[in-house]
T-cell receptor
């Protein structure tokens, strides 16, 4: 079956760095997405990785290892506004997104 | 603002009611999606439309009926729902459904409560 695993909840301190991990098992693989969802709002696109390696975009970076079925989202210089849920989704061979349940990130001052 | 709007934002209905959810995208996209989001569960894909044609129906009960009159509008018609159908219903759109055009833009969702 197809499955995405990510931690349910994480807590970090303002100004620090946090890494949110995601492992996936899909029928075929066509890339991995990360989305951010603030409470009561729409999920918004953060990153898409299809090749191995790290992609940096400002304070946020996303890493992919296809051989390990593993990705992480790295958030640096955490701000209070980064408190949100972070959704991991892998695209399978039919180009359909398989979603994780999301990681709720709590930032403390 | 993601360019995808949904109405209503909140809906409370009885099990015998009939209601409809509306989604509109202003991005010129060709694909539209309905998702169900329940607390602490993964997003569940319900329906996919590409160029107004339904391409996915993930074993959704018939009490949910989608309608896509054109590439910009998507409806979800609801009738005789069950309390377990209470959830956040998200609409999304993307340029296409292939490898490089599948970035999905989401609306804010409709919070549905079935009594």
């Amino acid at each position: 079956g197809q499955n995405i695993d990510q931690p349910t909840e994480m807590t970090a301190t303002e100004g620090a760095i946090v890494q949110i991990n995601c492992t996936y098992q899909t029928s075929g693989f066509n890339g991995l997405f990360w989305y951010q969802q603030h409470a009561g709002e729409a999920p918004t696109f953060l990153s898409y990785n299809v090749l191995d390696g790290l992609e940096e975009k400002g304070r946020f970076s996303s890493f992919l290892s296809r051989s390990k079925g593993y990705s992480y989202l790295l958030l640096k210089e955490l701000q209070m506004k980064d408190s949100a849920s972070y959704l991991c989704a892998a695209m399978d061979s039919n180009y359909q997104l398989i979603w994780g349940a999301g990681t709720k990130l709590i930032i403390k001052p | 603002e993601t360019g995808v709007t949904q109405t209503p934002r909140h809906l409370v209905m009885g099990m015998t009611n009939k209601k409809s959810l509306k989604c509109e995208q202003h991005l010129g996209h060709n694909a539209m999606y309905w998702y169900k989001q329940s607390a602490k569960k993964p997003l569940e894909l319900m329906f996919v439309y590409n160029f107004k044609e339904q391409t996915e129906n993930n074993s959704v009960p018939s009490r949910f009926s989608p309608e896509c009159p054109n590439s910009s509008h998507l409806f979800l018609h609801l009738h005789t729902l069950q309390p377990e159908d209470s959830a956040l219903y998200l609409c999304a759109s993307s340029q296409g459904t292939g490898l490089y055009d599948n970035e999905q833009f989401f609306g804010p969702g409709t919070r549905l409560t079935v009594l």
